[in-house]
């Protein structure tokens, strides 16, 4: 039986053109948005006439072929992946107008507008020079699979961007023009007929390469683009400071060390993983110094070359086998030259040659060039070696010879015994004198490290040997080519210590005068909502161990902590989880404080607003004061990838604009004045939206219809990433990944990851506050950064929610009276959050403070409303179907579409 429909809303909702298609909405875009679907439709026409109907508006047929449904779901995910290019195109081209029509320092997100509104506010270069030498940024890439796109499909969506800025910025003849749009089309009829599926699951390995490339097409060229902006920004602002820009970005990832939930991620993957990022680097310095050899062609004649460079010339040129073949390589061009002397050295450091010696440390890449840089400069050359050389060395100084520095993750549940086996070899007398676990490891790290004998047995879980592959890699790949070791799960002081032991049992602990600090930072990972709130009296306890505090130091004095999103919000709700991850960080940072200890924090964000997705600018002003101090991380996952980085312009702009706002909250000043009451008034409703959203998920019917509401168990279909959807064989909602969690809700209309809870929590603050609990809240709204976020993201996610979708979507549900239980909850909590954010905002209808945000989202409604039609019959079939097999790609297939509109998977 399937649910009476869904009534009608009663809060106002985004408009939709009455009848109007695909194409028409498209059309709404922009002259690159009307080309694209045209052209779009041509080949459509001509390569599946029977698909054509779909962007014109009309429904899949539910009684054609399973191709040919497929086709209409491929058409309708390829509109909407190509609207989405021309939107970006359109957003970078209007980005470029305000910046050429009113100047740099009037783009917000730039590096030009912090330093001029600094500069008119009295600070001073001095202060500037200060920051940038501590400044830090690190987005880190991981493999969590929420991309649904291939590699392949991503460099045809590059193309095609690529094509429409080509047709914007040059002064075509109309032939010519005509010529470069029939190009287009070729470029998009080769696109329908690139598969879009992954037909099998991706490897590490796979993953790894995926990461390079994006380094390879974008991110190598946006690090240059956004230091030369810093660089001409700070000259600009302060034409008398003197501030030298150092390298403020670098990059991690997680790409071959995330070893949490992943039994594919081996020691042996993680040591090749390492050596493909050297190669990757190795290979872009090889390019940069063929281009800085053809670029410095200055002959001597024409300046004077310190003697001190000749001097240094002539002994580079005899590190090799061939003095006089350097020299003849380019008479009289000794800067060439000394490129040249480079290239040889990176050829024998590559394994190409062998009549040159190798680089030993990237440090000594680095030196050479200061060296280039420092004769250009007393050669009359300063602006050619800032130019052409100090680009190349802030890249060797910012990806040295390990491209990224990879972390490696282990949950606490795979730690905790592998630290514990080896009490057996270490004794127990260490055990009898402490007394429990944490002690146990206390006392444990407080004696020397003795070597295991030949015929002792191996850990379980090969915790320990991914450790001692830390300890080689670091001498045959890079020093820095690891990061952290993250210890998920973190929920005590023992963990964290198990941690410690491992890795001095794995030879990375380093002894001075007696005294033994760990060289690899290990940072606890808190992520439930619980853990969180533990988290500041473990961290306390931790500060009080001397080998803690001791690597703290030797480390460079500051602790990084790490906090999730996506599994606090999976844990909590929305409410609960934004609020205890703001409460943490002030906490941790006044413990860390108290302590002497400086702490960074690593935010584990995802791309969709249940795991921490929110706009760059706006996320960061929202993190309590004085917790950013010009240190960030955070993890940039699946398709934020590729919708951050997978073109260069926008890549560049997403750089800058991260970097920017960090530099913009790290300058010390006074606090903004807290709303009174503000805090009280978080808790309150944290308590509420806590309870509802805690009510939802432990309801007895509600795993039942999690899956049968929503494709959750049909995402482990799509070959998504190399690691599975749980991180164990349970059935039970803590073990499913926060991915597949978000993934399924958003699939089905529901959403609820990005909104349950909030209602509920200002309904009950309203009916006990009253006039006065109204008036706190909309100060809160104009005036708490936080508060303000939460309303503003939890308002956008009820636009995309649709409830009569959702109602179709229930219909899958065999069990009547869990149907009418879990989505009479979700109605009645979406009437309630609803009515009481347009309350507080003060609005008449959602998101009408967010015009391009509805717009964007109103042109993707035709869409979704045909692929979650054919997406439901399709579950239906694959589910109760014998000949399921058939069905199955078309059902990815709308998965895939579903997800191009939303722009995310999880």
């Excluded at 590190?319 to 000794?334: F, K, M």
């Excluded at 500051?558 to 989880?577: C, P, R």
């Excluded at 200890?597 to 964000?605: A, D, E, K, L, P």
């Excluded at 939460?790 to 065999?814: F, N």
Aim: charge should be neutral.
């Amino acid at each position: 039986m399937r649910p009476a429909p869904a009534r009608p809303l009663v809060v106002p909702r985004v408009p939709v053109p009455e009848g109007a298609t695909a194409l028409e909405l498209g059309g709404t875009v922009s002259d690159a948005g009307r080309l694209l679907v045209r052209l779009l439709t041509d080949v459509v026409r001509m390569r599946a006439p029977d698909a054509a109907g779909a962007l014109g508006g009309a429904r899949i047929d539910r009684a054609g072929s399973p191709a040919a449904i497929g086709r209409s779901l491929q058409a309708l995910g390829m509109w909407a992946s190509l609207v989405s290019i021309a939107e970006l195109h359109d957003a970078m081209r209007a980005r470029r107008r305000v910046e050429l029509e009113q100047g740099e320092a009037r783009l917000a997100g730039t590096f030009a507008h912090v330093f001029a509104a600094w500069r008119d506010s009295g600070v001073q270069p001095s202060q500037v020079a200060e920051l940038l030498e501590t400044l830090r940024v690190t987005p880190t890439i991981t493999a969590h699979p929420t991309e649904a796109k291939r590699v392949t499909v991503l460099e045809k969506h590059r193309t095609i961007y690529r094509m429409l800025g080509e047709l914007d910025g040059m002064a075509w003849s109309a032939a010519g023009r005509g010529r470069r749009i029939e190009a287009l089309r070729d470029e998009i009829d080769v696109l329908w007929m690139t598969g879009e599926l992954r037909l099998e699951r991706p490897t590490v390995a796979h993953e790894v390469a995926w990461g390079i490339h994006f380094f390879d097409d974008t991110i190598f060229d946006a690090f240059g683009a956004v230091h030369d902006a810093l660089d001409h920004a700070a000259a600009e602002a302060f034409p008398g400071g003197s501030i030298d820009v150092p390298v403020v970005l670098e990059f991690g990832s997680w790409i071959g060390g995330d070893r949490d939930g992943n039994p594919n991620v081996t020691p042996a993957v993680t040591r090749q993983a390492v050596l493909e990022y050297r190669r990757a680097c190795l290979r872009r310095y090889r390019a940069r110094l063929a281009h800085l050899v053809q670029a410095l062609s200055i002959a001597e004649r024409s300046i004077t070359v310190p003697a001190w460079f000749r001097v240094a010339l002539g002994r580079a040129a005899a590190r090799g086998d061939d003095a006089a073949r350097v020299a003849s390589r380019n008479p009289g061009e000794l800067f060439r030259q000394w490129v040249a002397c480079m290239q040889d050295r990176l050829a024998a450091t590559i394994g190409d040659v062998a009549h040159a010696p190798p680089y030993a440390t990237a440090d000594e890449m680095i030196a050479e060039l200061r060296q280039l840089e420092r004769a250009l400069g007393e050669a009359g050359c300063k602006r050619i070696a800032r130019g052409v050389v100090a680009s190349l060395r802030r890249e060797v100084e910012a990806f040295r010879f390990s491209l990224v520095r990879l972390d490696v993750r282990d949950h606490a549940r795979r730690v905790r015994p592998a630290a514990d086996a080896l009490r057996s070899r270490l004794g127990q007398g260490i055990a009898s004198v402490c007394g429990g676990d944490a002690a146990w490891l206390r006392g444990a790290l407080a004696v020397p490290r003795r070597e295991p004998g030949a015929d002792e047995p191996q850990l379980p879980n090969d915790a320990l040997d991914v450790l001692r592959e830390i300890r080689a890699s670091r001498t045959h790949a890079d020093r820095r080519a690891f990061g952290s070791y993250v210890v998920s799960g973190t929920e005590g002081v023992g963990d964290v210590l198990a941690a410690y032991l491992l890795a001095k049992e794995a030879g990375l602990f380093v002894d001075d005068e007696g005294l033994e600090s760990c060289t690899i930072p290990i940072v606890p990972l808190f992520e439930t909502i619980e853990d969180l709130r533990r988290a500041p009296a473990v961290m306390a306890e931790l500060f009080a161990i001397p080998v803690v505090t001791r690597s703290i130091r030797a480390l460079g004095g500051a602790q990084e902590v790490m906090i999730g999103y996506s599994d606090s919000n999976k844990d909590g709700g929305f409410l609960t989880s934004n609020w205890e991850l703001y409460k943490a960080q002030t906490r941790l940072a006044r413990v860390a404080a108290e302590s002497g200890v400086r702490i960074s924090f690593f935010h584990g964000r995802g791309g969709s607003v249940s795991r921490g997705g929110a706009p760059t600018h706006r996320a960061i002003a929202a993190q309590p004061p004085g917790t950013i101090g010009g240190r960030l991380r955070l993890t940039e996952q699946g398709e934020v990838v590729s919708f951050k980085y997978a073109y260069p312009d926008a890549a560049a702009y997403q750089l800058e604009l991260l970097a920017s706002s960090v530099i913009e909250y790290s300058l010390p000043a006074a606090p903004a004045a807290p709303v009174p009451g503000a805090d009280d008034a978080m808790d309150a409703l944290s308590g509420a939206g806590h309870a509802a959203y805690r009510a939802l998920v432990r309801h007895p019917h509600f795993l039942a219809y999690l899956g049968a509401a929503t494709p959750v168990d049909e995402m482990a279909l799509l070959n998504f990433g190399s690691r599975p959807a749980r991180r164990s064989l349970t059935r039970d909602l803590a073990d499913l990944r926060a991915i597949p969690w978000v993934f399924a809700w958003t699939q089905s209309r529901h959403l609820i990851p990005g909104w349950y809870g909030v209602g509920s929590a200002l309904d009950a603050f309203l009916t006990i506050r009253g006039q006065r609990g109204e008036s706190l809240l909309r100060r809160m709204f104009a005036e708490s950064p936080v508060f303000r976020l939460v309303i503003d993201e939890t308002e956008k996610t009820l636009v995309q929610v649709d409830l009569a979708v959702a109602g179709a979507y229930a219909g899958l549900v065999p069990n009547e009276d869990a149907r009418a239980a879990i989505l009479g909850l979700v109605r009645a909590e979406f009437d309630r959050t609803a009515s009481t954010v347009l309350r507080i905002t003060g609005e008449s209808r959602l998101a009408e403070r967010f015009p391009q945000f509805s717009s964007r989202f109103a042109r993707r409604v035709p869409l979704l409303e045909r692929a979650h039609d054919q997406q439901i019959d399709l579950l239906r079939r694959v589910r109760e179907s014998d000949d399921k097999d058939r069905w199955l790609p078309s059902l990815l297939l709308s998965i895939n579409c579903i997800a191009a509109c939303f722009g995310t998977v999880g």
